[in-house]
């Protein structure tokens, strides 16, 4: 299956070697290139891609209004994947953007490996991208709005044993190996818990996993 891929980033330089590092796999295309958040909105309704790489700072529209935009625009079930393209991690723009439903981020500066996988892990949807990154940016500030421990609204003991552990950036690979689960049974549980919390992905669950008190952030370091 190919995987169609929009560009999105007011630097020519930036598009265009992300357009060439993409194109020349044989699983991805990309479909469309965008300077700006309003040319991604209009781009995304036209061309139906599957994910979206989105510059946080932009002119005209930023990549944090696009992003909440174009997914709530989105066919319901068949949403584009947006990941967060930015140059430095600790970023309070990519936290906002994760809360609206970006499925990640990424550095401008990573490999060309590193970009052509993330497009498949956020493609895919059973990983979280970037775990240990995205794990220290919502730690960081969830930090700044400490919440009392709870238990998540309408989850079963073991969707909350799931959800602490997608909120420890595992896969649904390494849940299954922890919880001693099939791995098809895992996907179930990570679904139902995205339904059941109207989260668009498992990045936001990492979010809503901190925010809620069903994991706390750890000690700095």
């Known amino acids: 299956m190919t995987i169609k891929v929009l560009v999105v980033d007011d630097q020519a330089m930036v598009r265009a070697g992300f357009s060439a590092l993409l194109g020349g796999q044989p699983d991805l295309e990309v479909v469309g290139e965008a300077t700006n958040g309003f040319e991604a909105v209009e781009l995304a309704?036209?061309?139906?891609?599957?994910?979206?790489?989105?510059?946080?700072?932009?002119?005209v529209l930023d990549g944090l209004?696009?992003?909440?935009?174009?997914?709530?625009?989105?066919t319901p079930g068949e949403p584009?994947?947006?990941?967060?393209?930015?140059?430095?991690?600790?970023?309070?723009?990519?936290?906002d953007a994760l809360r609206a439903g970006a499925s990640g981020f990424l550095l401008k500066h990573s490999s060309p490996d590193e970009l052509a996988a993330a497009v498949r892990v956020v493609a895919a949807g059973d990983?979280?991208?970037?775990?240990?990154?995205?794990?220290?940016l919502v730690e960081d500030f969830a930090r700044l709005h400490p919440v009392l421990p709870t238990t998540a609204a309408d989850l079963t003991?073991?969707?909350?044993?799931?959800?602490?552990l997608v909120a420890r950036g595992q896969s649904n690979r390494e849940i299954a190996a922890t919880l001693v689960l099939a791995?098809?049974?895992?996907?179930?549980?990570?679904?139902r818990i995205l339904t059941k919390l109207d989260l668009r992905d498992r990045a936001q669950a990492v979010v809503y996993a901190y925010e809620s008190g069903v994991v706390s952030p750890g000690p700095r370091h």
Do not use: C
């Open 65 to 74: 209004a696009a992003t909440r935009q174009i997914l709530a625009g989105a």
């Open 45 to 59: 309704a036209e061309k139906a891609p599957d994910v979206i790489l989105m510059d946080v700072r932009m002119p």
């Open 183 to 191: 791995e098809q049974t895992v996907k179930t549980h990570v679904s």
């Open 157 to 164: 003991p073991r969707e909350t044993d799931v959800l602490r």
């Open 80 to 95: 584009p994947r947006v990941i967060m393209l930015t140059t430095f991690d600790l970023d309070e723009y990519v936290y």
């Open 127 to 136: 990983a979280l991208l970037a775990p240990s990154i995205t794990r220290r």
